[in-house]
């Protein structure tokens, strides 16, 4: 299990977990794609879907996590749909967030990787999320106040999951070069203070045929698939397959 997550919103993160889920089932890999944006859900929106079932079904108790699951077929991949403001999701109690993470684990047999797109911040919901996966993906930009929070995610993870395996993507760089320079600055962070590395997993270059993509409800990988930020995201899903 794989959880996508930042610090701030706004960073790509919905749009970087639909595209790696897009990415790793083209591998022929069985993926399912969870929204663990709980009451600010959005993957459905962004991929043009009108889910028939979703995660409130699933909490009221009127189906089970396996009942709510759908299809994406132009993606390749299934999908278990959040529900956009939605305050009874979004203040779960823990108990029943605990169980609805031990279910989401026996789901992940059947597949060879679950996708989470978590909320942004460091609320309850979205830590304790964080500790039912193998592997976290910290999405960052070089905006100061995505690498502040970027860090604060990166700290309480570290603090609550002393070995967690973090990883960091940055988004919207302007070359390569200034994704280094904006990692790097984050990795000063986190050895200063942490005594961690977390290492690099990628840099997607800033694209504008990605916000094309998200006004059209579409995967960049189907509507551009040979753009900068389509090969970028495509050779960290090889990253993360290997």
């Known amino acids: ?17 639909i595209s790696l889920a897009h990415a790793l ?34 909490i009221a108790g009127q189906l089970t996590l396996n009942q709510s699951v759908m299809s994406f ?38 597949y060879d990787k679950v996708i989470l797109d978590l909320s942004a911040g460091v609320e309850r919901t979205v830590r304790q999320l964080t500790h039912k996966v193998g592997t976290c993906l910290v999405l960052a930009t070089d905006e100061p106040t995505s690498l502040t ?14 070995g967690a ?19 790097n600055t984050l990795l000063k962070a986190c050895e200063g203070f942490l005594k961690i590395s977390p290492p690099l997993l990628g840099i997607i270059r800033r694209d504008d045929k990605v ?15 040979n753009c900068e930020a389509a090969t970028d995201v495509e050779t960290i899903a090889r990253k993360i397959k290997a």
Not at 176 to 183: D, H, K, L, P
């Open 165 to 183: 395996d973090i990883r960091i993507i940055v988004n919207m760089a302007n070359s390569i070069r200034e994704g280094e320079r904006t990692y």
């Open 25 to 58: 089932a083209k591998s022929s890999l069985r993926i399912l794609l969870f929204d663990g944006d709980l009451g600010l859900a959005n993957l459905d929106i962004q991929l043009g879907l009108m889910p028939k079932h979703d995660l409130g079904n699933v």
């Open 73 to 110: 077929d132009d993606g390749g991949f299934d999908i278990i749909a959040g529900r956009s403001g939605s305050g009874g999701l979004a203040n779960i109690p823990a108990s029943r967030l605990q169980i609805l993470g031990d279910d989401l684990i026996l789901m992940a047999a059947g």
């Open 149 to 162: 929070d970027a860090y604060a995610f990166i700290k309480i993870t570290h603090m609550e999951c002393p």
């Open 1 to 17: 299990m794989i959880a996508v997550a930042s610090g701030k919103g706004g960073v790509g993160k919905t749009w970087l977990a």
């Open 211 to 225: 916000r094309d993509a998200i006004r059209s409800q579409a995967s960049i990988l189907t509507r551009y698939p």
